[in-house]
């Protein structure tokens, strides 16, 4: 969508990283894991359950897993509730996670052996649950070392109960158990990799589409965007009936900026009155480069007086700011402002903003003009008033 016939030019923006250090997602990214830990622990108990049922194990090992799995809940809650995950790598955290689940279980096989059964195919269940994050060697020595537990909890049946049988059995499900989940290990490392690939793919795509949105030069979102964005935000305020405001930001003389001074330090006006503009916007609104030195901010869900207020806001902002030295007087803003009446084009309710801006310009600069739209009798008509400017 366009309000004139002035191409934009294409641009190609900077690169920018997207991930912070530590473990990604915030909340939502801990919350799927308690769900994927706790579904794991659940399915865990209820094959165990089946067991006390069917008579193969009692209460007292219903009981040491129900503790062993509270006090591990109780230690991963701790760990999300204060922030430390946020100081761990996310392979750390699954890492974790994997070997208290690969502990746990081999402590229930310790007290009733027959509980081996659950072992195999639940290791596999641990072990693919950090596959994608925790590395491959990592895990063959964390394989190892579970390996090693078992032939020790093997060991421990046979010294307390000497039984041969026994003893013949757990080696068939250690031996099992040693030759599948190594292999298990180095044949999922393709898909590791795979699921890497993927990753770093999908962050690129994130990253283009991030830079598509925005100005090379200044770091707002640019024309296009600003665009499309006003025009989503008029069909939800006449689907819902919620206010919207259009602001039409100038800055005051910067031809005569260019022209004093060169294009560079021109550039770097324009990214310094960007960066006052987003630092004093509110949470919500959107703000972008129009074209040149123009500006557009949109205020969703928003009446005429809190739109009114952001822009004196940032008009004064900008006039107080310590600017070089090298510029031969201020720099300002002059600014208009108006809200959406439901029902009219965007190329109306743009105009009328627009129009407010350039009474601002006529009416001394460094100002901010209300074009207010009023009832009169059964119809809308702008009525336009001026915030001075402040000397």
């Known amino acids: 969508m366009e309000f004139d016939d002035s191409s934009s030019a294409t641009v190609r923006p900077a690169r920018r990283a997207l991930d912070g250090v530590g473990s990604r997602g915030g909340r939502s990214s801990a919350r799927q894991q308690w769900l994927q830990a706790l579904a794991l622990i659940g399915l865990y108990g209820l094959a165990l359950l089946g067991f006390y049922l069917l008579g193969a194990v009692g209460l007292r090992e219903l009981a040491v897993l129900a503790g062993l799995a509270a006090v591990g809940c109780a230690v991963f809650w701790a760990v999300f509730r204060f922030g430390l995950y946020r100081k761990l790598r996310h392979r750390h955290l699954k890492l974790a996670m994997v070997c208290t689940a690969l502990g746990s279980m081999l402590a229930v096989v310790y007290l009733a052996p027959v509980t081996q059964l659950l072992l195999a195919p639940f290791a596999f269940v641990a072990v693919a649950y950090g596959i994608f994050t925790v590395p491959r060697s990592t895990l063959l020595v964390v394989s190892a070392g579970v390996l090693a537990a078992y032939a020790g909890v093997v060991g421990l049946h046979y010294l307390e109960q000497q039984n041969m049988v026994l003893l013949r059995l757990e080696a068939m499900h250690w031996l099992a158990l040693a030759t599948s989940l190594p292999a298990f290990i180095l044949l999922t490392g393709k898909v590791q990799r795979l699921y890497r690939s993927l990753y770093h793919a999908s ?28 025009e989503e935000q008029k069909q939800l305020a006449d689907e819902s009936g919620i206010p919207l405001c259009l602001a039409v930001l ?5 031809k005569r900026i260019n022209d004093e001074m060169g ?10 009155f960007a960066r006052i503009a987003q630092q004093g916007v509110r949470g919500g609104d959107v703000f972008g480069r129009y074209g040149g030195e123009e500006f557009l901010l ?70 901010v003009v209300v074009e207010e739209p009023v009832t009169r009798g059964d119809s809308m008509l702008p009525e336009a008033s001026v915030l001075p400017a402040h000397p």
């Not at 690129?204 to 965007?225: H, M, S, T, V």
């Not at 070089?324 to 959406?340: H, N």
Request: glycine share 8%; net charge neutral.
């Open 203 to 230: 962050r690129k795509i994130k990253n283009i589409q991030e830079d598509a949105q925005r100005d090379p030069l200044l770091g707002c979102f640019n024309r296009r965007y600003i665009l499309a964005a006003l």
């Open 250 to 254: 100038d800055i005051d003389h910067f």
């Open 263 to 272: 294009h560079l330090e021109g550039d770097e006006v324009l990214r310094t």
């Open 298 to 367: 949109i205020f969703p869900g928003t009446s005429l007086l809190p739109a009114l207020n952001t822009c004196e806001r940032i008009r004064a902002q900008v006039e107080s700011h310590a600017w070089s030295d090298s510029l031969k007087g201020r720099v300002t803003v002059s600014m208009g402002v108006t809200q959406y009446v439901l029902g009219e084009s965007l190329l109306e309710f743009f105009s009328r903003a627009d129009t407010a801006m350039y009474l601002a310009k006529e009416g001394g600069r460094n100002q």
